[in-house]
Nanobody, 118 residues
Framework: VQLQASGGGLVQAGGSLRLSCAASGRTFSSYAVGWFRQAPGKEREFVARISWSGSMTYYADSVKGRFTISRDNAKKMVYLQMNSLKPEDTAVYYC????????????WGQGTQVTVSS
């Protein structure tokens, strides 16, 4: 499985962005997919994840109610809709895929920069 994240950019506080994670590989639909982010000088942190079927989603407390993760297995795409963005959401966002454990995801995509201005 190969992953490619896109959709980042510069947005004002309160605005919205939608990130996309495009996957290749026949077994993509077997993987749970998650979004992580890393701000300058900080550790990479979990943002959201979605089960292989899309029936279960999980969010970090810091984004709950503002971000929505979804997936389209037919298109091999995972999305992160980000609303009510805050300057503290500024980071490089990565998508990752895991078959069984999020302690060490199996695949990572390259990051996409999200910058929220105040």
């Amino acid at each position: 499985v190969q992953l490619q994240a896109s959709g980042g950019g510069l947005v004002q506080a309160g605005g919205s962005l939608r990130l996309s994670c495009a996957a290749s590989g026949r077994t993509f639909s077997s993987y749970a997919v998650g979004w992580f982010r890393q701000a300058p000088g900080k550790e990479r942190e979990f943002v959201a994840r979605i089960s292989w079927s899309g029936s279960m989603t999980y969010y970090a407390d810091s984004v709950k109610g503002r971000f929505t993760i979804s997936r389209d297995n037919a298109k091999k795409m995972v999305y992160l809709q980000m609303n009510s963005l805050k300057p503290e959401d500024t980071a490089v966002y990565y998508c990752a895929a895991a078959l069984s454990s999020w302690a060490n995801p199996d695949y990572w995509g390259q990051g996409t920069q999200v910058t929220v201005s105040s």
